[in-house]
């Protein structure tokens, strides 16, 4: 039987420049759905696991085609309720060599951010279920948001599910000194902590030390250190930090390390991709779905977080927010080592 797994967030419209058009030069864009927590929840129906998304979404024909997108790849949408007026929306523009992509939001009032705590069944939810996802987006988007995860969390915990959380920082959203005074109180009951250097400071106040956030060079020491530190401050059963290397827009290194007991003196370290980057929104979340599938099948961490570091190189390759890759296709890459050569 296969594992279930929960996600709660937002699901929002995507529209993107068509190739790397800028915004001020297009007059079309590609409309496409995504966000956090949903492509979480797609990625790992497309490994083979019952995933779940709850959510909010309008009940009028932009929703429903947004909850279509999900039920295409196998997500089960039971527990999305159909509330409010509109659905939240994110414009791409995607960047090219030394010139970055941007996003900009369109999601103020969308109907997840006036969803009602008590709305929520989480007790019925969390029946049989062994998996919790979120993010620190889905707080960031108002004061409901935070008392409807707090109490999915608390009733996650009693039901005996796992709980991870990518840290997810986003500056557009709200401010450090909030962010702060959210997340570490909700830290207490996440098992497995996905971060970079930049979402530990923001999110948590956390000191990363001498982390690079910006350069190209990674001191893995100061990772290293900044895995054990989280470790030992919240509590985490497992820590992960993703490691991007930005020569460019278009060309990243990816990697990760895994820090997941005191027997694990030195955290893990993944293998290394070089990539060329299609489209690189949505690939944290692809890191997190294959951390939580790797961590629920794997033999070790280490098979665990390469599988993770592998399919979110493979995303990367894809354009739009969802991971549409097989387990298979992870592990041909991982024996491989990326050759990228025509299959016929």
Not at 143 to 170: H, P, W
Not at 251 to 265: F, I, M, R, T, V
Not at 326 to 338: A, F, R
């Amino acid at each position: 039987m296969s594992k279930q797994i929960v996600t709660f967030g937002e699901i929002m419209l995507r529209l993107s420049t068509p190739g790397y058009k800028r915004f001020t030069q297009t007059d079309t864009f590609d409309a496409t759905f995504g966000g956090g927590e949903a492509n979480v929840a797609v990625s790992l129906s497309q490994f083979g696991m019952d995933s779940t998304f709850v959510s909010s979404i309008p009940p009028h024909e932009i929703g429903e085609a947004a909850v279509q997108s999900l039920r295409k790849y196998g997500v089960n949408t039971d527990f999305i309720l159909r509330e409010g007026e509109r659905l939240g929306i994110y414009f791409l523009e995607t960047g090219a060599s030394q010139r970055p992509s941007k996003v900009i939001y369109d999601r103020a009032n969308s109907a997840i951010s006036r969803l009602e705590p008590s709305s929520v069944n989480w007790e019925k939810i969390f029946e049989g279920k062994d998996w919790f996802h979120w993010t620190g987006i889905t707080p960031a988007l108002g004061k409901n948001l935070t008392i409807a995860l707090k109490e999915a969390c608390i009733a996650a915990k009693k039901a005996g599910v796992q709980i991870s959380c990518d840290l997810n920082f986003r500056a557009k959203l709200w401010t450090e000194k909030k962010a702060q005074a959210v997340m570490n109180p909700l830290m207490e009951y996440v098992d497995v902590c996905i971060a970079n250097e930049e979402d530990a400071q923001r999110s948590l106040g956390f000191d990363a030390g001498s982390t690079d956030v910006e350069g190209a060079h990674l001191d893995e020491e100061a990772y290293i250190t900044l895995a054990k530190s989280l470790k030992k401050k919240y509590g985490f059963d497992t820590v992960a930090i993703t490691l991007r290397e930005s020569f460019s827009a278009s060309l990243n290194g990816w990697s990760a390390l895994l820090h997941d007991g005191e027997d694990c003196k030195i955290p893990y370290r993944s293998d290394r991709y070089e990539i060329t980057i299609v489209d690189r929104v949505g690939g944290g979340d692809s890191f997190a779905a294959g951390l939580i599938y790797g961590l629920l099948t794997k033999e070790n961490s280490k098979e665990a977080l390469d599988f993770a570091v592998a399919a979110s190189c493979l995303k990367q390759t894809i354009p739009g927010d969802f991971n549409l890759v097989t387990v298979d296709e992870v592990e041909k890459l991982l024996k491989s080592g990326g050759s990228g050569r025509v299959e016929r």
